[in-house]
């Protein structure tokens, strides 16, 4: 019964930066009986893991239910119609993953307390992070351009009203402006800052989404997962050539894909 009446979660703390990296850990990790040499670095939830949960039928359901109670818009009615579309040729072994079970998943395994999105827009996928990790302090950077997808992107006062539907009680910092001087001038301000989990959803150029992660992956915690949306977007094609560049090449990270149908999401956790 080894561990039986240990705490899931526990504070783990500081470890030696790397190449710029930020040192944090997760606050998730392996809690054992007696203390000894820490062979596995106590990073217990991998990739794997969080791309299962994410493609579970009961996630789905979840997340949808917060989506439900957000204003409705194309998308999300789409995004409905297309599961229900699944379930009922498939039932419940229809599997399907985006960037809300993604982060629906992340947010239950690794009980974020920090989380920071490039690409709010109406704030729907901010919104499951926020109903599941309701005291997680978030940060979200967003030009909130006009019309984006052929849909009204109104902006950060909206956004703030769909968290507090699900009951957000955290801190919500909402910037405005182009990402690639937002986040220079934010971690100019605060070198320390670092994040349990991380989307990158805003920029879909090659070099913007390039530019957003290398400035973002180094302010990802050990044990920390960063969501990258789209990777097989059709009309963004290099997305996937990036993902793969930067991250699924690199050692540091345990990376995941989904991209059977849909437009794709991808997820890494830091290893170190
Ligand atoms: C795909 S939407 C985000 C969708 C959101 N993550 C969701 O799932 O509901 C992309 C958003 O990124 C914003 N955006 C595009 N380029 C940006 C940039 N360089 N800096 C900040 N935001 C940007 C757009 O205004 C748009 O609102």
């Not at 949960?53 to 109670?69: G, K, N, V, W």
């Not at 507090?164 to 910092?173: N, S, T, V």
């Amino acid at each position: 019964m080894i561990g039986a009446s240990l705490p899931a979660v526990r504070l783990r703390r500081g470890t030696s930066g790397r190449n710029g990296h930020v040192s944090e850990r997760v606050e998730v990790g392996f809690d054992r009986a007696s203390p000894g040499i820490d062979y596995f670095d106590g990073i217990v939830i991998g990739a794997g893991a969080i791309g299962e949960r994410a493609l579970d039928p009961a996630t789905a359901r979840s997340a949808e239910a917060i989506i439900e109670r957000l204003e409705p818009d194309d998308h999300a009615t789409y995004s409905r119609d297309f599961a229900a579309e699944g379930r009922r040729l498939c039932g419940e072994s229809w599997r399907y993953a985006d960037i809300v079970t993604v982060l629906h998943a992340a947010a239950d395994l690794l009980k974020p307390s920090s989380y920071l999105e490039i690409g709010v827009r109406r704030g729907r996928s901010m919104a499951v992070v926020a109903s599941r990790a309701p005291r997680c302090s978030i940060i979200g950077v967003d030009l909130w351009q006009p019309g984006y997808a052929d849909m009204e992107n109104p902006g950060p006062e909206f956004v703030r009203g769909e968290l507090d539907k699900g009951g957000f009680e955290g801190d919500l910092e909402l910037l405005s402006g182009n990402s690639h001087r937002v986040l220079p001038r934010l971690f100019r301000d605060q070198p320390e800052l670092s994040f349990d989990v991380i989307t990158v959803d805003g920029d879909h150029s090659r070099r913007g989404a390039r530019r957003d992660l290398t400035d973002l992956l180094p302010r990802l915690r050990i044990g920390g997962v960063l969501v990258f949306d789209d990777t097989r977007h059709p009309v963004h094609p290099e997305l996937h050539e990036v993902w793969e560049r930067a991250v699924v090449r690199e050692r540091r990270y345990a990376s995941w894909e989904f991209d059977e149908i849909g437009y794709g999401v991808a997820l890494a956790v830091r290893r170190w």
